[in-house]
């Protein structure tokens, strides 16, 4: 099982808190074994379960980041080797990260990627942890109890944004660790039905994290873009049931030190299934199931995500037998881990440069890489950023700009944005721009802002800016040569609804296609008077009314667009898109954010998923 943005010292209990968040886990580790050093290779969700699931590093098995790549179909993986040895084999993954196009479903039975976008949400394709449990479980009854079988389950609940159920939130305040609750808790209900079914007892179970969070360590609030421990530590515990762990001698409880990784799962697993495991990076951690340590090695690290999203360096590193981390950057870093495991004394001097070449050169990084990174598709562009991924270019950036300097960006483009209303975002970025320049991540964010402000001529006036400044970037090019077709049609539809109404100034559709399209123009001067003519001819149309509140935000003026809202008809004013709308207006644009709560609470009710923003509105005490 892997719990998605798991870091290793956000399980157990705390000291001060009544009650640990992993009850399930804590068990686990109890009567199994606990790698305390365990790390993953990639602070990223789709290279690091690459990694997990073919026992090789991301160099190795090519997949640097989410999105644009995919598991290269000659490499074995762990199911296919298990499905060979007579394993039934089944996948449930939480997130479209995991989607199947990336080739991690090769090998899998059933490999069960069901994650849609949500009504009336932005594209996030996720799903809860109970949701996920409940399909795994329709399939463990499917398999016939006799047969052996391989089950993965992927929990995505604990990455953000964090919405724990709210007997989690209000029994662990720390919206984080509510999370992980769930997840644990959900943990707990497939292995009672494991056990229910009798299967338990002869089981082996891993429980793991794809990686860490940052939570504000070394100036990065979330994860993939630096590789230090905070986002790499995760927990791995291997629990054998008791009719297994005789045959190996199993230190139960026991916390076995040393450099255990993500790309060991593969090797140790087939092992115990006695299986004869294809050559990997990984090593097998059986013999440490009796409590010895796992030996020394030499551990790369990397992100690759700072060099796709904002155009640096990507960050490489090591971890050296002598328990060192060092860092290949434009500015080089090295830590001493046993002293200094936050890592935040660098302790690299320019004599370092030798050692750390020799060091560097032990490991392959196929960097840039061979395999050219596949164009993001917008569908796919919009659901990473809506998982909180910034994807800027399928092209890696600049070697000679250090991540370090571009840190606020990422995290303004993964966490910060969604606290803001588009206008504040908008001037936000404006102000990153000019201290980073007009990069494609960045562009694409106020493209974005633009859109959703209704100014459709700023945002194609913008990307002709951006354009200049990445002349090389083809899909901003293709964008603007998108935008550019999609604006001559706009303004010939416009002309020709304009001769439809001279020839017939009483056509039924006409007043309302050219508002739209004027809208569409930013032309809202023109726009309005059509919308209002419409509007007389159909008053109960939501989307005119709608538009024409947008047009007039878009104009500065929220007090007629509350007006516009007002104005609907009796039997329309308890409409979810009209609470939403009028509850954004009071709270964002005109201020007033206690008359804001009302609207907006019933939008929620109504099933609505709100931003970050929102919620904390609701949250806060009254004014």
């Given at each position: ?64 980041e ?89 929990l995505?609940?604990?990455?953000r944004?964090?919405?724990?159920p ?80 005789t ?54 690290v990397?992100?690759?995500?700072p ?14 037998p ?10 080089p ?12 004394e ?67 483009l ?57 002349p ?78 947008n ?40 201020e ?18 709100l ?13």
């Amino acid at each position: 099982m892997t719990w998605d943005t798991v870091r290793a010292d956000a399980v157990g209990p705390r000291a001060g808190e009544a009650a640990s968040p992993t009850p399930r886990l804590d068990a686990l580790a109890r009567a199994g074994v606990t790698f305390a050093q365990a790390r993953s290779p990639v602070p990223i969700t789709l290279p690091a379960h690459a990694s997990l699931l073919t026992g090789l590093w991301p160099a190795s098995h090519g997949v640097r980041e989410n999105g644009l790549f995919e598991v290269a179909p000659q490499l074995p993986l762990l199911q296919q080797e298990l499905g060979a040895a007579g394993y039934a084999t089944g996948a449930f993954v939480s997130a479209s990260v995991l989607d199947r196009r990336y080739g991690l479903a090769r090998g899998f039975d059933h490999y069960d990627d069901a994650v849609a976008p949500r009504p009336r949400e932005r594209a996030v394709p996720t799903r809860s942890a109970g949701e996920t449990v409940d399909a795994a479980l329709a399939w463990l009854d499917a398999v016939p109890a006799e047969q052996p079988l391989f089950l993965w389950l992927h929990l995505y609940d604990p990455h953000r944004p964090w919405h724990a159920p709210p007997s989690f939130g209000e029994r662990f305040p720390d919206d984080y660790r509510a999370e992980i609750a769930y997840a644990d808790a959900e943990t707990g209900r497939l292995l009672d039905a494991l056990e229910t079914r009798g299967r338990l007892a002869r089981s082996l179970v891993v429980l793991t994290s794809d990686h860490g969070e940052g939570l504000g360590d070394h100036g990065e609030q979330t994860h993939a873009y630096f590789a230090y421990d905070s986002t790499l530590r995760v927990p791995l515990v291997l629990w054998l049931g008791p009719e297994i762990a005789t045959e190996i001698g199993v230190a139960r409880g026991a916390r076995v030190e040393g450099p255990a990784s993500l790309v060991d799962v593969m090797p140790t697993l087939l092992e115990l299934a006695g299986v004869t495991a294809p050559e990997t990076e990984g090593r097998s951690l059986v013999a440490s199931l009796a409590g010895a340590p796992v030996p020394p090695r030499l551990q790369p690290v990397e992100s690759a995500a700072p060099a796709y999203g904002y155009g640096t360096a990507p960050v490489f590193g090591v971890i050296t037998p002598e328990d060192e981390s060092w860092f290949r950057l434009p500015r080089p870093e090295r830590y001493d881990l046993a002293r200094d495991p936050g890592q935040q004394e660098n302790l690299y001097r320019p004599g370092d440069a030798a050692r750390a070449e020799t060091l560097f050169a032990g490991v392959e990084w196929d960097w840039p890489p061979e395999s050219a990174a596949a164009p993001v598709d917008a569908a796919t562009r919009s659901q990473l950023e809506a998982l909180g991924y910034a994807v800027g270019t399928s092209e890696p950036g600049s070697p000679d700009v250090d991540p370090k300097d571009r840190v606020e960006l990422a995290n303004f483009l993964t966490v910060n944005r969604h606290g803001l209303a588009p206008d504040a975002a908008l001037a936000r970025a404006r102000a990153l721009e000019e201290r980073h320049g007009l990069l494609p991540a960045l562009a694409r964010f106020e493209i974005d802002m633009l859109d959703a402000m209704g100014r459709s001529r700023d945002s194609l006036e913008l990307l002709e800016r951006a354009v200049e400044a990445n002349p090389d970037h083809r899909e901003l090019r293709e964008l603007r040569q998108q935008r550019v077709e999609q604006w001559t049609r706009r303004t010939a539809l416009a002309g020709a609804i304009r001769r439809t109404l001279k020839r017939s100034p009483d056509h039924p559709s006409a007043h309302r296609d050219l508002a739209l399209t004027l809208h569409q123009l930013q032309q809202l001067e023109e726009a309005e008077p059509f919308y209002r003519v419409a509007l007389r001819r159909e008053p109960d149309s939501l989307e005119l009314r709608a538009n024409l509140a947008n047009l007039l935000l878009t104009r500065g003026e929220p007090d007629a667009a509350l007006e516009a809202l007002d104005a609907a008809p009796a039997d329309q004013r308890d409409d979810p898109q009209l609470h939403c709308q009028r509850g954004r207006i009071l709270a964002f644009h005109l201020e007033r954010p206690d008359e804001a709560r009302a609207p907006l609470g019933r939008c929620r009710d109504a099933g609505v998923a709100l931003s970050e923003i929102e919620r904390a509105l609701l949250e806060a005490p009254s004014r």
